[in-house]
């Protein structure tokens, strides 16, 4: 049965209060340009908020004492935060489990938890662990000795490498591959010596991994992702890396062997962070940035080489203007010539 809701009823369900008519009857979300009187939809930049007088939505998402134009308004803190909990609430409905679905295969010794589902063609190899209310879906590949948490999701063609450790409401997205050996060779004359990465990779509770991400296992001890921490698609992580809670790393970004990141760090698309260095704690850096040495906590960088970022923002100001400013100099370097020469004739 389709959900259907007052406003007052989302308003509550969201900490939030209604001003206008909270008896309008929501049954989903829209955007602002394309909801109908029964949507809700959200306003959370204020550059927009003139779109509100247009929209013909049952019922506007926003912060506290927005313009209304007339529409009926539930007003919330966060109204981000707020659509995607309705998000929630409406669209995704939990799956009865199904259990282990012919032609999964399951090796010996492995402990299932209670009402999980393990799609056909899903391969559990020997002695792994899976919690409560898991889903393994067709084609995700758990090697030996795999453990997982209860309510984590694994998605298909998604693989774990012997040994790793997921924790708890982990999303693990298609493609994405964990604990792949880390990147050890050891010079040999004129080739290298593969060297054996025996550790593993842990992820620790509700951190969610992209399609096609890698992170790699650790030479002998633990590539840690700790607790909260969301990596986008095509991430690549090295061996003996540890990323702490709360991080935010965006597409195609590259972080090198032994690397540790703190808390609540963002890092923006294809940011290449080096080996063996360290981010403090609410870092911030740029797309395309370059992260040669480590950075301190609670700042903004960009560049290639990282600098902070208003500095960069002062720098790239001036790059357009490099060809006239390359003229200028020429012309004064040609002035100060010839007044030299007039000088040297006196």
């Known amino acids: ?70 529409r009926t308004v539930i007003e919330v803190d966060n109204p981000y935060l707020a659509f995607a909990k309705l998000l929630t609430l409406f669209y995704v409905q939990p799956r009865p489990p199904r259990g282990v679905m012919p032609e999964a295969c399951i090796g010996m010794g ?85 060297i054996p990465q025996i550790g593993i990779v842990v992820l620790e509770d509700d951190v969610e991994i992209g399609a096609n991400c890698t992170i790699d296992r650790a030479a002998l001890e633990v590539t840690l992702i700790k607790r909260g921490t969301k990596l986008d698609n095509l991430v690549q992580i090295a061996h003996n890396c540890q990323i702490g809670e709360d991080c935010m790393i965006v597409s195609q970004v590259g972080i090198s062997g032994s690397a540790r990141i703190g808390n609540h760090v963002t890092l923006g698309g294809q940011v290449g962070v080096a080996g063996h260095l360290t981010i403090g704690d609410n870092v911030m850096v740029g797309a395309q940035s370059g992260v040669p040495n480590s950075l301190q906590a609670n700042a903004v960088y960009s560049g290639s080489p990282t600098i902070p970022h208003k500095d960069w923002l002062r720098a790239m100001a001036v790059v357009p203007r490099l060809p006239e400013l390359k003229k200028t100099l020429h012309s004064l370097e040609k002035r100060i010539a010839e007044l030299e020469a007039l000088q040297a004739k006196k």
């Open 110 to 194: 492995v402990a299932l938890g209670d009402d999980v589902s393990i799609y056909p063609g899903a391969i559990i190899c020997d002695n792994v662990t899976i919690g409560d209310r898991c889903v393994i879906y067709p084609g995700a590949v758990l090697y030996d000795g795999v453990s997982v948490g209860d309510d984590t999701i694994i998605h298909a063609n998604a693989v774990i490498r012997e040994r790793c450790r997921m924790g708890n409401r982990c999303i693990i997205q298609p493609g994405a591959v964990i604990g792949s050996d880390g990147f050890g060779y050891a010079p040999d004359g004129n080739g290298y010596y593969r």
């Open 1 to 70: 049965m389709h959900l259907t809701r007052t406003a007052q009823e989302l308003a509550e369900y969201l900490g939030g209060s209604v001003r206008g008519d909270g008896g309008c009857l929501i049954n989903g979300l829209a955007p602002l340009d394309a909801a109908g009187p029964d949507k809700v939809t959200f306003l959370a930049n204020p550059r927009y908020a003139s779109r509100v007088a247009e929209t013909q939505a049952g019922a506007v998402l926003m912060a506290p004492n927005g313009e209304s134009y007339g």
